[in-house]
């Protein structure tokens, strides 16, 4: 009889093995010929080894079905064991059409306006996307979903999320704390896109292993940004300097996001925005894409369209 051991690696085992084992359960039925033992994170099996190749395969499977979808029921369990693999591949096509992620709880990730669309289509055929729109409109979460997206479909290794630290009419340092507990505070909306995103436990370990990493624009300086997402949010607070030291820091099979709002900008009134240059100066340069959401494309409460709507007015007068 052979043993094999076979560790489930960034998967909580108890999610993953379900309630009373149910998971291992189902499995066992699946192969009766199998000694399965559950232990951790491991299970060890036992078995002729033409069987264990073709557990190995179903249960490959259902950890990508889980990795996707971020659940794993009795149904699903069914199908993953009893079907050749093409179904699922059919299923999976047609999700990733609309589709960005799966999150948390079953929640679907997906653009929910027609610039928003925008931005995934224009992601898909180039290598940088300036994102420009005012508050509520999605930029950053469409961005942050996206990123994610490409992580779990191995197309990086990696996701870089970055925001100049400019202060937005308060001081970072009348903050109790120390720095990173001062800079998280700032860097919560792409905490809160995140957890939408991917389980909890998982995100920590993504962060703890340095495979998720959320800095402020500073810490970027003097690296090579390869194999990675990198977002950029918040771009209109960026320095002539600040935008030029992140835009050459990309590096090889990399993917940039710049998001944000030219009408709020937080930086010293002389004082040019490094968003506003660069839109003008990139806007030629072919595998660089421009998207400009507005109103239209807020998905806050209904009122957040007509603040912005409001404010337009009063601003243009």
Known sequence: MNERIIE???????????????TIEQLKKYFPKIKIVARGSKLKIYGEAEILDE???RLERLIKYFNRYNNLDENSIEQILTSNGNEEKANNAKSIKDILVHGVGGKL??????NQRKMVSLMNKNDMLFAVGPAGTGKTYTAVALAVKALK???????????PAVESGENLGFLPGD??????PYMQPLYDALRDM??????????????????????????TLDNAFVILDEAQNTTHNQMKMFLTRMGKSAKFIITGDPGQIDLPRKQVSGLKESLLALKDINGIAQVYLDDKDVVRHRLVRKIISAYKSIETE
């Open 198 to 223: 991917i389980p909890h436990e998982k995100l920590e370990s993504f962060i703890e292993k340095g495979v998720i990493q959320i800095a402020p624009l500073a810490f970027m300086r003097g690296r």
């Open 109 to 114: 990730i997906k653009p929910q306006t027609e």
């Open 55 to 57: 557990f190995e395969v």
């Open 8 to 22: 489930l690696t960034e998967i909580n085992p108890k999610d993953f093995f379900g309630a009373h084992n149910s």
């Open 179 to 184: 720095l990173k507990e001062k800079l998280d």
């Open 153 to 163: 479909e191995k197309e990086v290794r990696r996701i870089i999320l970055t925001r």
